[in-house]
C-alpha cells in the first residue's frame, strides 16, 4: 500500500514537473487575487531569491529552490487569473501571458542555478527575474512605482 501512495506521489511530482513549462490540463486553480498573490507569495520568495549571500549547505540551497518552485508556481497562478475584478481580464491578454511567461522562465533559471550551487548563475537570474515584474506593472498597474 505504502509503495502505491508512494509512486502515486512521485507521479503527481513528476507530472508536475513536465507540465511546468506548458499549459498542460495541470494548470493551476486561482484561490486568492493577483494583488495578494503578488504580495504574500511572490514578494517574500523574489526578496529570497535577491537576498542571496553565500549558501553553504544542501539545506541552505533548499531554501532557494523553494523560493524559486514558489515565484514558478506564483506564475503559473497569474498566467490562469485570480479572484480579483480585473484578474482575468489582465490574463487574457498576450501581454500579460508574455510576462508571466517571463516570470516563470527566470524561476527556471533560479532553481537551476540553485541546484546547481551556482551563485554566479544565482545572480544572473535574479537580475532576469526583475525586468518582467517592472514592465508588467508598468503596463497593468501603472501607479505602483
Ligand atoms: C504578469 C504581470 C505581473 C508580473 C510579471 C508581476 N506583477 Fe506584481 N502586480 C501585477 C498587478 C496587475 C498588480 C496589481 C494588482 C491589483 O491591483 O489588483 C501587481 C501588484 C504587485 C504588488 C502590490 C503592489 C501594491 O500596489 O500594493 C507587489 C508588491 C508586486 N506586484 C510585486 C511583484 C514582483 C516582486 C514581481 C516580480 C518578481 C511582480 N510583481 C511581477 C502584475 C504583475
Redesign the pocket.
Known amino acids: 500500500m505504502l509503495r502505491i501512495i508512494l509512486a502515486t506521489a512521485l507521479l503527481v511530482i513528476f507530472a508536475t514537473a513536465i507540465t511546468g513549462r506548458t499549459d498542460g490540463e495541470a494548470a493551476p486553480v486561482p484561490t486568492m487575487?493577483?494583488?495578494e498573490l503578488?504580495?504574500t507569495v511572490?514578494?517574500p520568495a523574489?526578496n529570497t531569491l535577491w537576498g542571496i549571500e553565500d549558501p553553504q549547505s544542501d539545506d541552505e540551497w533548499q531554501v532557494f529552490i523553494d523560493a524559486a518552485d514558489v515565484?514558478i508556481n506564483a506564475g503559473q497562478t497569474?498566467k490562469v487569473g485570480g479572484t480579483?475584478p480585473?484578474d482575468n481580464t489582465?490574463s487574457a491578454s498576450a501581454e500579460?501571458q508574455a510576462?508571466?511567461d517571463r516570470?516563470i522562465g527566470a524561476g527556471f533559471d533560479a532553481k537551476t542555478a540553485a541546484v546547481n550551487k551556482d551563485l554566479e548563475a544565482m545572480y544572473t537570474a535574479g537580475e532576469v527575474?526583475y525586468p518582467?515584474?517592472e514592465e508588467?506593472?508598468l503596463q497593468?498597474?501603472p501607479d505602483?512605482q
Open positions: 487575487s493577483v494583488n503578488m504580495e511572490v514578494t523574489t515565484v497569474i480579483g480585473d489582465w500579460w510576462f508571466a516570470l527575474l518582467p515584474c508588467c506593472h497593468f498597474h505602483f
